[in-house]
């Protein structure tokens, strides 16, 4: 009887598959979402699947990897694979160096911080924003529940600049959005649009 996949495992035969259609699209496709992350962001999910609108797959952003890689991970809820990745963006006020870092050193939930969030969100409705198509998310947890009112959204942004982080250059600052490159945001948003699952968090060993 063969052995059963590893979550980890089972996210690399993902990459190597389910991912072939848009290996163009993406910078660098070995990256993985930390293991913890990864059964952190599942253990939420199954808390919330009864009430959420789609539950075929969700989305795990891994602040542990660099912002030059991919570190939103949009993922099958059945097996696990992969169906695409995107880079995304932290807040400035997650990172105290004068420049933008490959990774945010703090997370906050208080308005004004300018910085990311971590936790469980719920996404909302599509709407036509300064950055084009967005989408509205709400914080589950008390680390995020002010989301919504802080106005943390997803949205595409030119400073998210795929050819910047193929240089290994950290993309830009947001405000604390999830601010995704414009090419790939009308995906992201069709894909999460209306009660999908977001989970973002970061390794306990970085």
Not at 3 to 18: D, K, Q, W
Not at 172 to 194: K, M, N, Q, T, Y
Request: contains cysteine; glycine residues 8%.
């Amino acid at each position: 009887m063969a052995s059963r996949l590893t979550r980890r495992e089972a996210l690399a035969v993902g990459v190597a598959t389910a991912l072939a259609p848009v290996m163009a699209r993406t910078s660098v496709l070995d990256a993985l979402p930390d293991p913890g992350v990864l059964d952190s962001a599942f253990q939420a999910f199954e808390q919330r699947r009864g009430w959420l609108r789609t539950t075929d797959l969700l989305a795990v952003v891994d602040f542990s990897v660099p912002s030059y890689e991919p570190r939103m991970f949009i993922v099958r809820a059945d097996d696990q694979s992969i169906l695409r990745t995107a880079l995304v963006a932290h807040g400035k006020g997650s990172d105290p160096a004068p420049e933008p870092s490959p990774v945010p050193t703090r997370f906050s939930n208080l308005m004004g911080s300018q910085a990311s969030c971590v936790g469980a969100f719920v996404t909302g409705r599509r709407y036509l924003g300064r950055h084009g198509p967005s989408l509205r998310i709400q914080g589950l947890d008390p680390t995020n529940n002010n989301a919504e009112a802080r106005e943390i959204v997803i949205h595409s942004a030119p400073y998210v600049d795929p050819e910047r982080a193929r240089s290994g250059i950290p993309v830009g600052w947001s405000e604390g959005c999830f601010a995704v490159p414009e090419p790939d945001r009308d995906e992201i948003v069709h894909l999460l649009r209306d009660g999908a699952f977001l989970f973002a968090g970061v390794s306990s060993a970085a």
